[in-house]
């Protein structure tokens, strides 16, 4: 590792002992650390938009953040790697130390990215303020918070992973296999985040944010995730996940007969747009006058 790095790895593992800070009770507080220069523009930005995204998040879910946040934006690539583990990922909450780190890039960034990263981070901070991690499977963290910022979160920034690209397979992964971890590849891990946000947005489409919330409610008070669901929705998770399951592949056997057969259907349509504007100039052409058409 460079000096440099070491410098910068010595500058986070400081920030993110500040056990004063963290003891600090209350969210109104924030500590966003840039390591570098330039990145202070950005973390003025964060500053500025804390409590907007705070706010956000606590009449999403109804709860309250707990305590302050520390966000540590760091821009060197091999450091944040070294710290996530994961080459993947642009960003990563510490719930246990209520702490975030954002990679920035020496590009520039879009500033509605860099929001959206940063709430979909603080609201893992804000669940895990509120249920324990053993309670919390990792798909519905992750389903949880993309549904919260409406964004895919920490695979996007910087990462060359465009909304596009989140598309089920045919053969979708389990959702148990998803509970502690998710898969390292990228089509596995794009996979694992699509199927989680859209399995959240299912349970909130089909039963109605309210009974949603009393899921996570009943896991706030210590029941494991069959549980409260069986008791807030009246169905088992299993049954769940059977019927989303028929749906979505019952849309996606749909829409991949119709990118199968795009220029066919747009054929045949063209065809008939053009049989009905000739059927509409006879139409016409019979309704004309006599007199009126040697006129013309």
Known sequence: MKVASLSLACI??????LSGFAGARGSDQVLIVASEKRLEIQAEYLRQIYPEVRAN??????????SAPRVLLVGDKEVFEKMSGNPMVSAFALPARHSMVIYLPSSAL??????????????HLLLHDHIRETLLPKWMDEGI?????????????????????????RHPIPLQLLAVSFPRDKDSLIQA????????????????KEAFLSVLQHMKEGEPIDLAVSEALSKSLENLQDEWLKKLHGRSAWLLWVSQYL????????????ILAYVRLMFRKKEYDPDEEDEE
């Open 12 to 17: 986070i593992a400081c920030t993110l002992s």
């Open 57 to 66: 998040i606590e009449n999403a879910l109804g709860w309250r953040l707990l």
């Open 110 to 123: 879009d500033l509605y990215v860099l929001h959206e990263t940063f709430e979909h981070e603080l609201c």
């Open 145 to 169: 918070c993309q549904w919260v910022s409406g964004s895919f979160g920490e695979i996007l920034v910087g990462r060359g992973v465009a909304p596009s690209d989140m598309v089920l397979s």
């Open 193 to 208: 985040y699509a199927e989680s946000r859209l399995f959240v947005d299912y349970l909130v489409a089909q039963y109605g």
């Open 263 to 274: 220029y066919e259907i747009l054929f045949f349509l063209g065809a008939l747009l053009t």
